[in-house]
Structure formats: C-alpha cells, structure tokens
C-alpha cells in the first residue's frame, strides 16, 4: 500500500490546481498540476527551491510524446529520492507523474511513476595511493628487503619503478570498497633462505579494477641466495655475487647483487626501493644503501615511503641484527650482519584515499585516520577497513 505523509494513498484527497499546456521550459509550483506538450521540443521543469512535507506537483505527457522529447526535472537543489543528482529524466510516452516532497532527507518521492524511474547518481573520482608491505631482510651479511609496491594516482605523481600516475578510481554511491592493509615480511634468521616478502596492499569493490600493490621481496640469505621479486626485488646475499630480486613493473625497482666475496668487508645487496634500484653489495666495510623512496603529497604534507632496505655486512665490519622499518612506510627491513645475526623487518603498507568532501559519506571500518585538504576529505588505513561511497 502507497503511504503519502502519514495517511494512505487511496485514503488522502490531493485537490490540484490544472494548469494551462505547457510547452516550453519553466518553474513549477506545490499544489499545482502540469499537463506539458513536447511535441516541438524537450522541456525542463524547474522544482521549487523551497518545500514543505506533503506538497504535491503532477506531471502528465499531453501529447503522447515524451519518448521523441523528454522531460528533465531540475531538482533546484532538494533532493531527489535521497540524491541531489543527478536530474530525473522521464522519457516515456503517455507517462504521468505526481511527485510528494517528504523533506529534507529523501526530498521529492514519486508516488505515481508509470516506470519507477530511479535516478542513479554519478560515481565520483576518488585519488589513491596504495603502498604493499616490505621484504624482510637477509640472514648474515644478507642483502636489504625490497620495498612493497608502489601505485599512485594524486596528482601528476609517479608510481613506483619510473611508473606514470596512474588514473583516479570512480567510485559508485551505495557500493563498499574494500581497503586491504598488507603487513611487513619478517627477517630471515637462518642461512640458506630469504627474508619472508611483505604482504599485498588493495582497493576492491564491485565497478572498479582492483588496484594491488605487491608486497616486497625477501632480502637473500648468505650464502649465495638471491633476492626475491616483489613489488620491489629484494637485495642479494653477500658471497658469489648473488643476483638481486627483481621489481614489479610499475611499482618498484630491482634488488641490488650481493658483494662476489673478493674482501671480506664485503655485504649483501640494497632492497630495491620505488624510487631506484639497490646498491649491489659495498666493497668495503659499509653497508650497500638500499633504493630510495617516493615522496608523496596525497595527505597534503610531502612524505616519503617505500625505501629499499640497506644490504647486511660481513665478518669484523659488522656485528648487528638488521633495523626493522617503520610501520605503515611498506620500506624493506635491513639486512643482518656477520654469520649469525637476522635480517630485519619489512615496514607495513599503507592505503590513502582522497575523496571531494563533498562526496564523502563518512561510512568507513577499520578506523582510518580522516582529515581535510582544501576541498577534499582524506583517509588514511594504517589497517585494513573499508569506505561505503
């Protein structure tokens, strides 16, 4: 049963004052009826600007011609079963409809809609940046962990690997997009192996590609081990010079070799970073610099993130367990020293999205931290969550 205001439908008499044919654009008033000519052309009718709960227009198609010349409702700034856009079009021969102002919230109703016209409001574009967890490093003297993928959209700033800015996503108003925060790879604490790689970092949800940053590779072990791939290639294991992991297209560089063993001084290679391949291993007593990071102003402030993470040293000149990288930077951990220290920890990634405050709902999970930039809202997910656009 059709309700208007409180009573039903059948039960409420809704007295119209019939206006003449209208055959040109024009503005309509509560209380009054429209039978409206499109036989020379489309007509746009004006709501009111202002409406009171229970006001009540009605549309009719006199000449059987709305499906060659439509009519568009401009909404004049209320709402429109619940959406401000975009303008209702109805485009049906013979078509009759009576609109009922509910009020502010879900505004003009149609209470007789011969094809229950649904306007859907246009998605709307969204920036994002996703950044994966980094690659754990290498056991003894082992090389830097990659940094995790890198992608991009703000701006005229690149993604990770030489990669171009990537196109803003178009978000679609009722559909919920998932937000997926990948961790950092543990460092590796035995020979023969790699550092654990990081985790994958995404945005999902139904009308978009899903957009996923790969987690960094693994920093070699010594001795003789090879960085892994990843978003960015994990760095190789001091001894035999080996080989570098390689990066993910797009989203970050390749690992540095590790050192060939020729002086003991010698390490493994640097994580490969967003921003630059890893140094291959040092030939002396320093530790081969892993590849550096992207610099980002998505938040508003300019920050640097996806760092390589330097290679491990060998024998007397060094005698440490690999620095962990900080979370929630997706930096590759560092590579451990000597014989018997581990390698590091990858940094967690992050996921940030900036949203027109306009369009923004404030329906989200996970507890993102939500700021404003001029005229955007922005979300940071340090954690996995969600937005309802």
């Not at 007295?15 to 039978?35: C, M």
């Not at 010698?266 to 890893?278: F, T």
């Not at 929630?328 to 390698?343: K, L, P």
């Amino acid at each position: 049963m059709a309700y208007i205001g409180n009573y039903p439908a059948e039960t409420q008499t809704v007295d119209l004052k019939w206006q003449p044919i209208k055959t040109a654009s024009f503005i309509a008033v509560a209380g009054e009826g429209y039978r409206i000519n499109t036989t020379s052309g489309a007509v746009t009718v004006t709501l009111p600007a202002s409406a009171n709960a229970g006001d009540t227009i009605e549309f009719s198609d006199y000449s059987r011609t709305w499906g060659t010349n439509s009519i568009t409702i401009n909404q004049n700034s209320l709402n429109f079963q619940g959406y401000t856009s975009p303008n209702p079009e109805y485009n049906t021969s013979g078509q009759s409809v009576r609109l009922v102002y509910s009020g502010a919230t879900q505004g003009w109703i149609p209470t007789v809609d011969d094809d229950v016209t649904l306007e859907t409001p246009p998605p709307y574009s969204v920036d994002f940046l996703v950044v994966a967890g980094g690659g754990g490093g290498g056991y003894a003297a082992g090389g830097g962990g990659g940094a995790g993928g890198y992608r991009n959209s703000y701006s005229t700033e690149t993604s990770g690997g030489g990669g171009s800015s990537e196109t803003e996503l178009n978000f679609n108003i009722g559909t919920v997009y998932t937000i997926t925060v990948g961790a950092g790879g543990a460092g590796d604490t035995n020979s023969g192996g790699t550092g654990t790689n990081g985790t994958n970092s995404s945005i999902s949800g139904t009308g978009i590609t899903t957009i996923t940053s790969s987690g960094g590779g693994g920093g070699g072990s010594s001795d003789r081990v090879a960085g892994a791939l990843g978003g960015s290639g994990g760095g190789g294991a001091f001894w035999g010079t080996s080989a570098g992991g390689s990066g993910t297209a797009n989203q970050g560089f390749d690992g540095g070799n590790g050192s060939s063993a020729t002086n003991f001084n010698d390490g493994g290679g640097g994580g490969g970073g967003s921003g630059g391949i890893g140094q291959n291993g040092t030939n002396g007593s320093g530790n081969s610099v892993g590849g550096i990071g992207l610099a980002s102003s998505i938040t508003a402030s300019s920050i640097t993130r996806a760092i390589g993470g330097n290679g491990g040293k060998n024998l007397a000149s060094g005698n440490a367990v690999g620095s962990n990288a900080s979370s929630n930077t997706g930096s590759g951990g560092e590579g451990g020293d000597y014989s018997t220290f581990a390698g590091g920890s990858g940094g967690s990634g992050v996921v940030i999205l900036r949203i027109p405050t306009a369009d923004y709902t404030g329906t989200t999970s996970g507890t993102p931290t939500v700021s404003t930039d001029g005229t955007d809202t922005i979300l940071i997910y340090n954690a996995s969550g969600s937005y309802t656009a």
